[in-house]
């Protein structure tokens, strides 16, 4: 199996590398070098659908297929926290037709903290990062916290009395607890007595902070505004330096002096080791171009994300850091 | 001008809006009836016309395919014997006998009419008393689930057939199966055998697809089975007693849904497993029960479809999707800059109640569009089974690859195929496998949170009184299955599944 995937891959390169002769043939010509897209893109996201990367990549697949005129698919492929998908997308065909939408939970978050994890993080060509969301701290209606200086002053005092409801430290919405705890130790506070319940997902999380059953949790907006407008939860924080849109009252976690608790979750584009520099550069440009349109800017505000772009070398890079910073943090 | 519920009806009474509701409830029905193709996928690709469509019509069409989908979802149990869902499972044990006996008309057209009384009273208690209910549904935590799971696996008793042995041994087996994969709390590898594709663990449909479908061909194609049904088709639609009989079991089974789909936690296939073991105890004939009882139909038909409605409840009240359907939903709200809970009645009162009032409109025309497709579809029973074999296997095969399309999805059915068969020849029984299946991963996650509530004490079981009540329950429904058995000596032979 292995031997038929390694020549296959290498009968690829070959024909990258060809291809890649000729393109360059045409650039001294004019500066469409390659013609692309010429068939239908089929963009994998390894979670179901309805969730924030599968609604992040299909607003942005949306506007790309527009501006090319092409056929863009998504394709959700759930299940295995993503990881099986993520494999399925990045041993595939490095043509270009299939693109991994992928985010941190496919990417830092699993390189950090996952076990077993049958790929390397550094071995895939970054396109472009997309979006970026922030993560909200909330907790029940019937606490008096109002800042995460109180959250803080509770676990000091009374550290076994505190239900903290988490993902298990297996997905994006960990790395702000996980970046708290962090900073509780850095000041003396024990947090190894906190009670932490795990939960499937960032819904049923939210459902049991509105239930009351845990005292605090931190999910996307997403998944909280409609259960805080309803008035079953109290929201104390939000990660980073700039406050959110949908929530202009709540303060960030930067201006309550939390200044390392500040991730926030980003979906964005990737593709199988070995694309093309010139479909990468098309990927880029185009990727650009759509998040400067008001109406894709709007689109992603309703679905609680704001445009974040990085192009192919910087999302690699950024992607990579984060993923050291989270792995120097402990679990 | 005041805007309430009549608002709505004449807003959804517009030949625009009645015309999306049209094509939700036609979308619905097709994909229901093919196995795998759900409502989910559906809606996930017709998620990006809500930046050309206007919002309530929109909603309308998404809200029909969701529902009218559980209608079609009985077609091929009942026909075919393969469940295109969990939840249908059950359908398939009575359905299909009654299609063996040349009463597939009937089962169709009671199981379209159980899913419209669930559907119209779910809706009914929606109108009302949402509010309130989501905010009971809230009081379940993780300990909550842990007991009424442990109670809902009291239902082994009506599905095991013959032997509880054999029944427990399944149920068990379901719930090992269901443990492959990923630890859902901490993410490590289980019974993977350091074999990727097997992280993603099993997904029940093909597993249903295997057990049920494939088994079902293998069997056919060893008896020689001409076609399933020979004889002159039996009435479409059932009269007198048969009817009566069935519509007090689509009460019931929407009772069920209902009290239980509201709870954010509860599958409608589980709650299709509690509302055929209740049909039971309260039958005068449980010996019928697996021999092609129409009350089974429905009664299963009708909870399945009042709990799926019923997931509306925590959805449009608090904005608390509860499966992935309403995930979808939900995304479609939040695409128009709308947020499901009470500040959508508030703030958008006169989409809502039309959103309302369609259900109402939707429930009405799927009745109306499937109750004359029962004709059609009843005629599949007589195709020859030279024909009809390799169609079936055709559809469950598509049925495994498109829920998660992957091929490794079509190796599980036909793997679970071969063993379904040898369980048939055997005389195991599958239902408790696929309770198992289902229940496990539920309880495993509660009961792993529940333990991490407490710090790993089990006295967090007996301090909350949701939780008591349900053990107790649990525990009164046992001793009652056991008194049952004993009383009755060995001369009744009860008829397995």
Known sequence: MKNKIGLKNHILLLLIVTLFVFSLNGCSKNNQSVKYPTQPINVICPWSAGGSTDLVARVASKALAEKWGAVINVINKPGGKGIPGTLEALTSKPDGYTILADADGSNAIVAAWGTDVPFDISERTYIAKVAEFPWLFIIRTDLAWKSLNDVAEAIKNNPENIKWGWLGGTAGADAPVVQFMAALEAKGIDTSKVKMVTYPGGSDLATAVAGGHVDIGVVSSTSVGPVYNAGKVKLIAITGKERFQSFPDVPTTVEQGWNTVTFRGHVGFAAPKGLSGDIVKIWERTTEEILKDPKVVEELAKIGAVPAFANSEDYRNYVLNLADELKALKK | MEVNFLYGLQNALTLTNLLYCFIGALLG?????????????????????????????????????????????????????????????????????????????????????????????????????????????????????????????????????????????????????????????????????????????????????????????????????????????????????????????????????????????????????????????????????????????????????????????????????????????????????????????????????????????????LVILNLPLVGIWVRLATIPYKYLGPITLAVCFIGAYSVRNTLFDVWTAIIFGILG?????????????????????????????????????????????????????????????????????????????
């Open chain 2, 29 to 365: 029905t097709i994909v229901g009836v093919l196995p795998g193709l759900g409502p989910t996928a559906t809606m996930a690709m017709l998620l990006p016309l809500t930046s050309y469509l206007d919002p309530t019509g929109a909603i309308i069409m998404l809200a029909g395919i969701f529902y009218g989908a559980m209608y079609g979802g009985s077609v091929t149990s009942i026909l075919l014997n393969v469940p295109g869902e969990a939840s249908s499972v059950l359908t398939a044990v009575d359905g299909f006998q009654m299609t063996k006996k040349g009463r597939g008309g009937e089962a169709l057209a009671i199981s379209a009419i159980g899913s419209f009384i669930a559907g119209t009273i779910t809706v009914i208690v929606l109108q009302i008393c949402a509010p309130p209910l989501a905010d009971f549904g809230l009081k379940f935590g993780a300990p909550e689930y842990v007991a009424l799971m442990l109670f809902c696996f009291t239902t082994l008793v009506a599905v095991s057939g013959k032997s509880m042995l054999k029944g427990i041994m399944m149920a068990t087996l379901g719930m090992l199966l269901a443990s492959i994969g990923l630890d859902p709390m901490t993410g490590k590898q289980r019974l993977t055998f350091g074999y990727a594709p097997l992280m993603r663990g099993l997904d029940v449909i093909p597993v249903l697809m295997g057990l049920f479908g494939i088994s079902e061909v293998l069997l056919s194609a060893d008896e020689g089975v001409q076609s399933i049904y020979t004889g002159k088709l039996g009435r479409l639609i059932p009269r007198g007693k048969e009817l009566l009989k069935g519509l007090y079991a689509s009460l019931r089974g929407t009772l069920v849904g209902i009290v239980l789909g509201i709870l954010p936690g509860m599958m409608p296939s589980v709650i299709s497993f509690v509302a055929y073991d209740f049909e039971k105890r309260v039958s005068n004939e449980p010996s019928k029960f697996g021999t092609g009882c129409i009350e089974g139909v429905a009664a299963v038909e009708a909870s399945n479809n009042a709990a799926s409605e019923a997931g509306l409840i925590p959805l449009l009240s608090l904005g608390l999707p509860t499966n992935a359907a309403c995930a979808l939903l939900f995304a479609a709200f939040m695409m128009y800059g709308l947020q499901p809970g009470p500040l959508l009645f508030s703030e958008h009162g006169e989409m809502a109640w039309t959103i309302i009032a369609s259900m109402y409109i939707g429930n009405l025309i």
């Open chain 2, 421 to 497: 068969y040898i369980m048939k020849i055997k005389d195991w029984p599958a239902a408790p496998l696929i309770l198992g299946f289902i229940l496990g991963p539920n309880l495993e996650q509660h009961l792993r949170a529940s333990l991490q509530m407490s710090g790993g004490t089990l006295s967090i079981f007996f301090v909350r009184p949701i939780t008591v009540f349900f053990l107790i329950l649990t525990l009164f429904m046992i001793l009652l299955s056991v008194l049952r058995t004993r009383s009755k000596t060995k001369g009744i032979k009860i008829r397995g599944i």
